[in-house]
C-alpha cells in the first residue's frame, strides 16, 4: 500500500516550458487535490476534483490545468512555466476529512 | 472563501515546556479543523483534528481546543521534546467528506535542548 505517490521528485525548467505533475493513489479515495507550497505562505489549493472525470478551481488556479481521467489519478499540467511557479507540489487524497499527502515534487522554473 | 490567519510565524520554547499555536478562521461554516506536522523535507502528516460539535481533544501530549463563536482555536502541546521542532498548520473546512481544506501560513517550532 503505497498510499499517494508523486513523480517526478524533483524538476527544472525554463520559462516556457511545458510539463505534467502525475499523482496516484491506491487508497480508492474520491477527492484529490493539488496544493503548491512557499515559503511563509503555508499550503494553497490549485484545483481538486470530487470523482473521476471531474475537476475544480481552488485557490491559485491561473497557469495551471488538471485532468481526472482515472480515479486513481490526478494530473497537474503547467502549459507554459513561469518563475513564479517556482514551489513545491503537494497532491493529496481523501475519502472522508483527513487529507494523505503525497511526498511532493520541487519544482525550479529559471 | 475560507481565511485562516495562523499565529506565531515562529516559536521558541526550551525542552519541557508548553507550546501554543493560535488559528482564527472567518467561514462561519466551517465545522472541521485539523493541524498538521511537517518535519523539514517532508509531506505535511495529520496530527490531531477536532470537529465543531466537541470544544476540546487531547491526544497524549497534544490537544486542540476550539471557540466557535470567537471563531478560533488553538493546538498545545506539553512536556515539548525535540522531536517536536517542526512546522505546524491549522487548516479549516466545511467538513464535509472530501471538502477542500484551507490551510494557514505555518508555524516554525524550534525546542531547544
Known amino acids: 500500500n503505497a498510499g499517494v505517490t508523486q513523480t517526478p521528485k524533483f524538476r527544472v525548467l525554463k520559462t516556457g516550458q511545458s510539463m505534467t505533475l502525475l499523482c496516484a493513489q491506491d487508497?480508492?479515495?474520491?477527492?484529490m487535490y493539488w496544493y503548491r507550497q512557499d515559503p511563509g505562505m503555508g499550503l494553497r489549493l490549485i484545483h481538486y476534483?470530487?470523482?473521476?472525470?471531474?475537476?475544480a478551481k481552488g485557490e491559485v488556479p491561473d497557469g495551471y490545468n488538471v485532468s481526472r481521467l482515472k480515479k486513481q489519478n490526478f494530473l497537474l499540467g503547467l502549459e507554459s512555466a513561469a518563475p513564479s511557479q517556482t514551489s513545491v507540489y503537494f497532491c493529496?487524497?481523501?475519502?472522508?476529512?483527513?487529507?494523505?499527502f503525497g511526498n511532493g515534487t520541487r519544482l525550479t522554473v529559471t | 472563501g475560507e481565511n485562516v490567519e495562523q499565529h506565531p510565524s515562529t516559536l521558541s520554547v526550551q525542552e519541557g515546556d508548553s507550546a501554543v499555536i493560535k488559528c482564527t478562521y472567518s467561514d462561519s461554516a466551517s465545522n472541521y479543523f485539523p493541524w498538521y506536522k511537517q518535519e523539514l523535507g517532508k509531506r505535511p502528516q495529520l496530527i490531531i483534528d477536532i470537529r465543531s460539535n466537541v470544544g476540546e481533544k487531547k491526544d497524549q501530549r497534544i490537544a486542540v481546543t476550539l471557540n466557535k463563536t470567537a471563531k478560533h482555536f488553538s493546538l498545545h502541546i506539553t512536556e515539548t521534546q525535540p522531536e517536536d521542532s517542526a512546522v505546524y498548520f491549522c487548516a479549516a473546512s466545511r467538513g464535509a467528506a472530501g471538502n477542500k481544506l484551507t490551510f494557514g501560513g505555518g508555524t516554525r517550532v524550534l525546542v531547544k535542548p
Open positions: 487508497m480508492n479515495h474520491e477527492y
Open positions: 476534483s470530487v470523482g473521476e472525470g471531474t475537476t
Open positions: 493529496a487524497s481523501a475519502g472522508g476529512s483527513p487529507l494523505h
